[in-house]
């Protein structure tokens, strides 16, 4: 069992940056890969970024890309998601999630696939 906690939302002018933090509880977070999920209002919830158990791979959504970044403490429990150059469309719910996962290098696009989900964190941009 693991239970997520986002944290990090707020507010920020367009072109600012936050940093979200997504601290797990339980012993299972060392087997878990990781992902960041948003929705928006109206909006169905998307994939953000996902990471492998390992921290060694990961994988962004297109309007992501060289914007946001994912990473992971093990030692912390913890998985972060970066985001920079921020835009008035990155308003949005954040959810942390995550998936027992067998093998150290998968990371997973589908939210189906994930086991484990946080409350979400509120992320609005201002233009």
């Known amino acids: 069992q693991v239970q997520l906690v986002e944290s990090g939302g707020g507010l920020v002018q367009a072109g600012g940056s936050l940093r979200l933090s997504c601290s797990a509880s339980g012993r299972t977070f060392s087997t878990c890969a990781m992902g960041w999920f948003r929705q928006a209002p109206g909006k169905e919830r998307e994939l953000v970024a996902a990471i492998s158990r390992s921290g060694g791979n990961t994988y962004y959504a297109d309007s992501m890309k060289g914007r946001f970044t994912i990473s992971r403490d093990t030692a912390k429990r913890t998985v972060y998601l970066q985001m920079n150059s921020l835009k008035p469309e990155d308003t949005a719910v954040y959810y942390c999630?995550?998936?027992?996962?067998?093998?150290?290098?998968?990371?997973?696009?589908?939210?189906?696939?994930?086991?484990?989900w946080g409350q979400g964190t509120q992320v609005t941009v201002s233009s």
């Open positions: 999630a995550a998936k027992t996962a067998t093998v150290d290098t998968y990371f997973y696009t589908r939210e189906g696939l994930y086991n484990y």
